[in-house]
């Protein structure tokens, strides 16, 4: 098959589409999420630009449903050799607005999936003694708001399964990170919900997408296991 294979596990408009076409300069692309419209029209993108790509539909709380996606991505493209855990279910509400089903489903897309997808790949990383797994964290995850009840202990989970990874996998030569977004990312998401934003406020996904790829190529003897970014008028 010849060229690398990156998955990007939740591609939407914003971040997942900056990333896709960062590693689209290098990598055929496996693209994952449950809007099969949207990921089809960022794979004919790819595709444009010279590169193989595909559109994988998934539900990632479905176990059974992620084993076929990667067995999918590794019969048509090859064994993944960065993997992008991009997902995650934002709930805003405080302790007694939360239901517990929000709770539940906003730790298994964000943590149990991510959980699920590291499962799919580490066997053939650690068999060829190399590979990325990045996770996408968020403010919620080191210091969240009283409004996160379920997002909070969701990214906390899974900044601690990231933690656990790059002890665990790290002298396999498996390279894992955990990317802390520190502010709203430039998407149509946050224009519709913060109209008010100026373009400083906002992270830019395509520089964002720079800092997942410098990640991804690191050079062994100085890997980073946490990174913040943040705008640089955002306080912290």
């Not at 919900?193 to 050079?219: C, F, S």
Request: net charge positive.
């Amino acid at each position: 098959m010849g060229e690398p294979v990156c998955a990007i596990v939740g591609v939407g408009p914003g971040l997942g589409l900056a990333l896709a076409r960062r590693f689209a300069e290098r990598y055929a692309l496996a693209l994952i999420a449950r809007n099969q419209q949207f990921l089809a029209s960022v794979a004919t993108q790819v595709a444009g630009a010279g590169r193989r790509a595909i559109a994988v539909e998934a539900d990632l709380t479905d176990a059974g449903q992620i084993e076929r996606a990667f067995s999918r991505i590794r019969a048509e493209l090859g064994a993944p050799e960065v993997t992008i855990y991009n997902a995650a279910a934002r709930s805003f509400g405080r302790l007694m607005e939360t239901k517990p089903s929000t709770f539940e489903t906003t730790w298994r897309v964000t943590a149990f999936g991510a959980f699920l997808c590291s499962q799919q790949v580490v066997p053939d990383m650690t068999k060829a003694g190399r590979g990325s797994i990045l996770v996408t964290g968020a403010t919620a995850g080191i210091k969240p708001f009283a409004t996160s009840a379920a997002f909070g202990p969701a990214k906390f989970a899974m900044r601690g399964l990231a933690q656990v990874m790059a002890r665990d996998l790290g002298p396999a030569g498996i390279h894992v990170a955990y990317i802390n977004i520190d502010g709203p990312i430039d998407n149509p998401r946050t224009r519709e919900r913060v109209p008010q934003a100026n373009d400083e406020d906002l992270l830019k996904p395509a520089a964002i997408a720079d800092v997942y790829w410098h990640l991804a190529h690191q050079e062994r003897s100085a890997w980073t296991q946490e990174l913040d970014v943040r705008p640089y008028r955002e306080k912290f």
